[in-house]
């Protein structure tokens, strides 16, 4: 019969242990950090949308682009709504004035050129 080999495998000693336990928790705070700064990203661009919808809404009663303006504020509407995960009232306040006065002008917009084609 033969014998059985003795393992090379050495017992980690309580220092590896430490060490392994702060890399993990580095990287931890790591991901916590990038989490973060994307969330904050994500809520920036919120704000934007929201109220690049309300400026945009706005601007369709005062210019007549064949209804661009009004679309574009419709578009970031939905978009400021659909981000708005944190239900910030000012934003989403924004957001829905905005998308009211793009639809409303869209609406007349494209009733006027039924009109004109007909």
Same mark, same amino acid.
């Given at each position: 019969?033969?014998?059985? /080999?003795?393992?090379?495998? /050495?017992?980690?000693?309580? *220092?590896?242990?430490? #060490?392994?336990?702060?890399?993990? *928790?580095?990287?931890? $705070?790591? $991901?916590? %950090? /990038?989490? /973060?700064?994307? @969330? $904050?990203? @994500?809520?920036?661009?919120?704000? +934007?949308? &929201?109220?690049? &919808?309300?400026?945009? =809404?706005?601007?369709?009663?005062? #210019?007549?682009?064949? =209804?661009? +303006?009004?679309?574009? &504020?419709?578009?970031? =509407?939905?978009? =400021?709504?659909?981000? @708005? %995960?944190?239900?910030?009232?000012? $934003? *989403? ?11 409303? *002008?869209?609406?007349?917009? +494209?009733? &006027? ?6």
């Amino acid at each position: 019969m033969q014998k059985m /080999k003795k393992s090379k495998v /050495k017992p980690r000693s309580q *220092r590896s242990i430490e #060490m392994e336990e702060e890399n993990k *928790r580095i990287i931890a $705070e790591m $991901e916590e %950090k /990038k989490q /973060k700064k994307e @969330n $904050e990203k @994500n809520y920036r661009f919120t704000i +934007i949308a &929201s109220f690049y &919808s309300l400026i945009f =809404g706005i601007f369709s009663w005062l #210019m007549d682009w064949f =209804g661009v +303006i009004s679309l574009v &504020s419709v578009i970031a =509407g939905v978009i =400021g709504l659909r981000l @708005n %995960k944190n239900n910030v009232r000012r $934003e *989403r306040i924004a957001a829905i004035i905005g998308i009211v006065f793009g639809g409303l *002008r869209l609406a007349q917009q +494209i009733i &006027s050129y039924i009109g004109i084609l007909q």
